[in-house]
């Protein structure tokens, strides 16, 4: 099936780590851990050294489901369908970025598919992401996903290590 929607998309063939972020690779189903967290918390951690991504998912902040809360500072619509959220902080300024994957776009063997289509539904009765970044207006957010190393300055409100939570599995609105 992967094979399929690459095949359908070159542009999902070259999408950083896409397997990783959307549970598509074998250790996705090993996912179990969860931890209580917050932006800042997150922010601190050690990034792994030069080339560790390469080799799959890197434990232990990919093999983790992170519960967090925070402010929504801003969101939109990136290219490949993703809803691409900036979060900070409620106690000090730290930000970083959370993802809900377009779940069509999503391996129907991903074990988070479902989840994340009911995320991204939660969302967008919230919001209306567009290709335009809009302003969150602070509200504040709940929300449960995998943590995930992406590239440094992934854009505003990247955290200072490059960590993500990506995919966002569940989210609300308290």
Do not use: C
Request: hydrophobic fraction near 40%; proline fraction near 6%; charged fraction near 20%.
């Amino acid at each position: 099936m992967i094979a399929l929607l690459l095949a359908a998309s070159p542009a999902l063939a070259q999408h950083y780590r896409w397997d990783i972020k959307t549970g598509a690779d074998q250790l996705a189903a090993s996912v179990r851990h969860q931890v209580a967290t917050t932006v800042d918390d997150l922010n601190r951690m050690v990034r792994p050294p030069h080339g560790a991504t390469a080799q799959g998912r890197v434990f232990p902040v990919e093999q983790t489901v992170y519960t967090l809360t925070g402010k929504l500072l801003m969101y939109t619509r990136e290219s490949d369908g993703d809803i691409h959220m900036v979060i900070q902080d409620e106690a000090t300024q730290a930000t970083l970025i959370a993802e809900i994957p377009d779940p069509d776009r999503v391996s129907e063997d991903s074990p988070w598919r479902e989840l994340i289509g009911t995320a991204r539904e939660t969302f967008e009765g919230e919001f209306i992401p567009t290709s335009s970044r809009r302003d969150g207006g602070r509200r504040r957010i709940a929300l449960s996903g995998v943590g995930f190393w992406d590239i440094m300055n992934h854009g505003t409100g990247a955290s200072d290590n490059g960590v993500e939570i990506h995919p966002v599995l569940a989210l609300s609105f308290p």
